[in-house]
């Protein structure tokens, strides 16, 4: 694992689309609203989930899995609806 971190951080052009890629979904990691900060760190709490499950191998039960983000998913949906007139 941290042979590849270390590999895309010497790659400037692999970190490059990876910046891209999570712009183009919208991360934007100087909010400044509170909504845009709890959107941006359940953003990055979806990525960690991702992380440990499928590159560092931690064993999530599906219970635990999508109880995480079904959880995000509330708090996104309740957070567009309060923005609504």
């Known amino acids: 694992m941290?042979?590849?971190v270390?590999?895309?951080k010497e790659s400037s052009t692999g970190l490059e689309q990876i910046e891209t890629w999570y712009c183009a979904r919208?991360?934007?990691l100087e909010a400044t609203t509170p909504d845009d900060i709890e959107l941006r760190n359940a953003f990055l709490a979806a990525e960690g989930a991702f992380f440990f499950?499928?590159?560092v191998g931690l064993d999530f039960?599906?219970?635990v899995w999508n109880g995480i983000f079904d959880a995000l998913s509330l708090r996104i949906q309740q957070m567009k609806m309060s923005r609504c007139p």
């Open 2 to 4: 941290a042979s590849l």
């Open 6 to 8: 270390a590999a895309l």
């Open 53 to 55: 499950r499928y590159l």
């Open 26 to 28: 919208g991360l934007v």
């Open 61 to 63: 039960s599906e219970a």
